[in-house]
């Protein structure tokens, strides 16, 4: 157990919708990570935030958003889904600068119908 | 767990052998780099991780070699057992990013 945790763990739903992934970080990690998983192109780095505040940015698309909460936890919101967004969706946490190794959630996977 | 489906190169060795999984990774810049392992259902699991500065580093069983001139990464498993079998990532960070840029894995496959 890494101390990641997520939820919910399968969500199933329908073209045009939108759906919000929670992650809550190991105790103590200030950053989150989320990442997409899909047959065609592995693991993909999303976004990365920060004690709340945006990090990093990569491959997110503009119908997905996320946040960083003052607890720490983080949540992913896919709107608009498409068949193509249909994926796993993993969160990971790292610690303060310096401390690199991402631990990672066991992920929501998600069916877009 | 599933993750990059159908084209993952495989590797497949017999119980109690030693499995050697490679990886090149892109950017010369990046001075850091991560193993993990990830079981089918479940999340990727740190595993071993080595900094540009190093060329080998040990954990209990696995070995991680890093050579830099060629870009390249391995990840060495000893006496590998069943519960070994799933896929490996190897990733790599860029310089002042946070962020891991993943391989495309390798399925490993213990048979007794």
């Known amino acids: 157990d890494s101390g990641v945790t997520q939820t919910p763990k399968h969500l199933i739903t329908a073209t045009g919708q939108r759906v919000t992934l929670r992650c809550s970080p190991r105790?103590?990690?200030?950053?989150v990570y989320w990442y997409q998983q899909s047959l065609d192109q592995g693991l993909q780095f999303l976004i990365q935030y920060y004690n709340g505040e945006e990090r990093a940015k990569g491959n997110i698309l503009e119908r997905f958003s996320a946040q960083q909460f003052p607890d720490l936890h983080s949540e992913l919101n896919l709107s608009s889904l498409e068949l193509g967004d249909s994926a796993l969706y993993f969160c990971a946490s790292s610690g303060l600068a310096g401390q690199e190794t991402q631990y990672f959630g066991p992920g929501t996977r998600l069916l877009v119908l | 767990g599933e993750s990059v489906g159908l084209h993952l190169p495989t590797l497949s060795v017999q119980e109690g052998d030693n499995s050697i999984i490679n990886c090149a990774y892109s950017n010369s810049a990046s001075d850091y780099f991560i193993w993990y392992k990830q079981e089918s259902g479940k999340g990727p699991q740190f595993i071993i991780d080595?900094?540009?500065?190093?060329d080998k580093r040990q954990g209990q069983r696995v070995t991680v070699l890093l050579n830099k001139t060629v870009k390249h990464l391995s990840l060495q498993i000893a006496a590998t057992q069943p519960g070994d079998s799933a896929v490996y990532f190897c990733a790599e960070r860029g310089y002042n990013t946070d962020k891991l840029i993943f391989g495309t894995g390798t399925r490993l496959q213990v048979f007794p």
């Open positions: 080595i900094r540009s500065n190093m």
């Open positions: 105790s103590g990690d200030l950053s």
